[in-house]
């Protein structure tokens, strides 16, 4: 039996700012994982693809509020730096 993956450990590297912003981007990327890991059988982010971020934010987050869609834009935009990636996403 393999352990779930520990998304705040990934984002230890990554998080600045106040306690409870580094909260919201650990529980968004936990969202985040979630979707695609239904969607697209992708368990870590280390199998990620652009296209998946894109569909999440594209899709997933079509009937959320601008603000919601933002924060959750910035949540993608640390992970695809944690991972090391050049992806560029637009709000």
Do not use: D
């Amino acid at each position: 039996m393999s352990k779930p993956f520990n998304m705040e450990l990934l984002l230890s590297g990554v998080l600045t700012g106040s306690h409870a912003t580094c909260q919201r981007h650990v529980r968004q990327s936990k969202v985040i994982q979630v979707e695609i890991a239904k969607r697209w059988q992708r368990a870590t982010p280390w199998a990620w693809q652009r296209k998946h971020l894109i569909w999440f934010l594209e899709h997933h987050l079509s009937q959320r509020s601008e603000a919601t869609q933002y924060y959750y834009t910035l949540t993608v935009r640390l992970l695809a730096r944690r991972l090391g990636k050049p992806w560029v996403f637009n709000l």
